[in-house]
């Protein structure tokens, strides 16, 4: 079974002061569903659909990822969340 996840903006944006903590719970099944394997089949659905002058790019990240080397979903994700200063993760 795959998990396709998606992040959109626009749909109850955090209002400027706000705070909000997000706890990860099963971090770790995460991790390991959101790990190379899903990472691999993301990276080929997107070189599917990327402009001619990415494609190599994506073909050397699905490279390192098929050695393990790399940022995941998972990471992706992570770092989605991160990058909000508003928002803390906790990851159980």
């Known amino acids: ?28 099944k995460s991790k390991r569903d959101l790990g190379y394997e899903e990472t691999i089949i993301k990276l080929n659905e997107i070189l599917k659909n990327c402009h001619p002058t990415n ?5 050397q990240e699905i490279r390192g990822e098929k050695m393990n080397k790399g940022p995941t979903v998972f990471d992706w994700i992570e770092e989605i969340i991160l990058d909000n200063e508003n928002v803390t993760l906790i990851i159980e």
């Open 1 to 28: 079974m795959r998990l396709m996840i998606f992040f959109y903006g626009g749909f109850g944006n955090i209002e400027s002061g706000e705070e909000y903590t997000i706890i990860w719970r099963n971090s770790v």
């Open 55 to 59: 494609k190599e790019s994506v073909i």
